[in-house]
């Protein structure tokens, strides 16, 4: 028997961090069946504590992918979580829907790049999405040079393989044919630096630049579940970036899909060119909002730490509901500045735009600036730069290293809202 006290006036975040410890002191004695009983609460802090406790034994019982040769399990897996004397019922819809979808997000990025290349994540997301009637597209390197997407394709020339592409993932309910929402994602399977190389230790955990990608995925998944009456696209922009004799270039000028010429700085900055394109091919389609979801920029890591991430957006008013958002899920976020100055930054004298700045800092506020110019001013926008992606020692209730951040809080940004509400009260 583990006791604890609880504490019903702290932040949510704090709340999910003390269940994650008490989940962790519990899961000591690997039990295979983990009961759950809150007393001397009133009833909204009773159902608060039994939902985050439960939330936090759905992310300690998931395992990570592992490929240890020893036949013997380093953990055994907790089976069920039974909750004593609950009257009235909890409703644990929403939060098996936020555990499943944090659990797949995680799951992805936590694959070592040898066993997800290209192929495999299309195949893995096509097996999975079938499951809950999710239709898959994949728009191919063949396909996306006919839609003219050339700043995802300078991105891919680079591999050895000709596997790139952009997965489209379409869930609708009955009757529903047009999608309100999008969720893009960047799906950098293994980031090198290209022809500007990263050193060794920048290098070492690029197989999880490929986060904002699993998120998006994770997000979809878990809205069909709830069966969301409204339809959404998730568009996950998937490549490598590599080192070759065919990868581009600094000073290479390319024309993206919505025909915007860019100056190329830094071939580090290879997120945000996957990502121009995604966002326009995406907006052809008119959906009430977009949402994306990237590790992007080492700045917001240095802005915020890894224990929030930056949020930014073509409308003002998206700050403050992302915020208040993001205190309600535990998934923090802070805004930044979207002022049209900062373009000055960007301008080049010989296309319409420089990919980034030669100076480096404020690069997570450029990044954002150079991707809205791929998404057209009339469509709300929500750019998340994922700086909260990975913290060492878990995250809120999630004891993974990889914390999966942004499902939870997609899922609580549309919990009183649908998307064609929020453009509203964006607007």
Not at 71 to 92: G, Q, Y
Not at 291 to 310: F, K, M, Q
Not at 377 to 406: E, M, R, Y
């Amino acid at each position: 028997v583990t006791v604890a006290t609880f504490d019903g006036t702290t932040t949510v975040f704090k709340q999910l961090t003390w269940s994650r410890e008490i989940i962790t002191r519990c899961s000591q004695d690997q039990p295979s069946n983990l009961g759950i009983l809150v007393l001397g609460l009133e009833e909204e802090k009773r159902q608060s504590a039994t939902k985050n406790l439960i939330a936090a034994a759905e992310a300690a019982a998931f395992q990570l992918p592992t490929f240890k040769s020893s036949a013997k399990k380093t953990k055994a897996p907790l089976k069920r979580i039974k909750i004593l004397a609950s009257n009235p019922r909890v409703d644990l819809n929403t939060i098996r829907a936020q555990a499943l979808g944090n659990n797949i997000a995680r799951w992805f990025t936590a694959l070592p790049p040898n066993k997800l290349d290209a192929k495999n994540y299309r195949e893995l997301v096509t097996a999975l999405c079938t499951r809950y009637g999710i239709q898959t597209t994949i728009l191919d390197e063949s396909k996306l040079e006919r839609l003219g997407a050339n700043a995802f394709l300078a991105v891919s020339q680079g591999n050895a393989n000709r596997d790139a592409g952009i997965i489209q993932l379409r869930y609708r309910p009955p009757g529903i044919k047009h999608p309100s929402l999008m969720l893009v994602g960047k799906g950098i399977l293994f980031d090198t630096g290209g022809t500007n190389l990263k050193p060794f230790k920048s290098m070492l955990d690029m197989h999880m630049d490929m986060e904002g990608s699993a998120v998006a995925l994770g997000a979809l998944i878990a809205l069909a579940t709830l069966e969301v009456p409204y339809g959404i696209d998730a568009w996950l922009a998937v490549t490598e970036n590599r080192l070759s004799a065919t990868a581009y270039k600094s000073q290479d000028i390319i024309q993206a899909a919505n025909g915007t010429t860019i100056q190329i700085i830094h071939t580090d900055a290879e997120g945000r060119m996957v990502l121009a394109d995604t966002l326009a091919l995406a907006a052809r389609e008119k959906p009430d909002v977009i949402i994306d979801y990237a590790t992007l920029t080492g700045t917001c890591v240095s802005a915020l730490t890894e224990r929030y991430s930056g949020i930014f957006s073509n409308r003002i008013k998206a700050n403050e509901l992302l915020y208040h958002a993001g205190v309600s899920a535990g998934e923090r976020v802070w805004p930044f500045p979207m002022d049209e100055d900062y373009d000055e930054m960007l301008r080049s004298k010989v296309a319409d735009i420089k990919q980034c700045s030669e100076a480096g800092y404020g690069d997570h506020i450029l990044a954002a600036r150079f991707l809205s110019k791929f998404v057209p001013k009339d469509t709300p926008w929500i750019h998340i730069d994922l700086s909260a992606g990975q913290h060492k020692g878990g995250l809120a209730h999630i004891p993974s290293d990889i914390t999966g951040f942004g499902v939870k809080l997609t899922l609580e940004l549309l919990s009183e809202r649908g998307p064609a509400a929020l453009a509203k009260e964006l607007s």
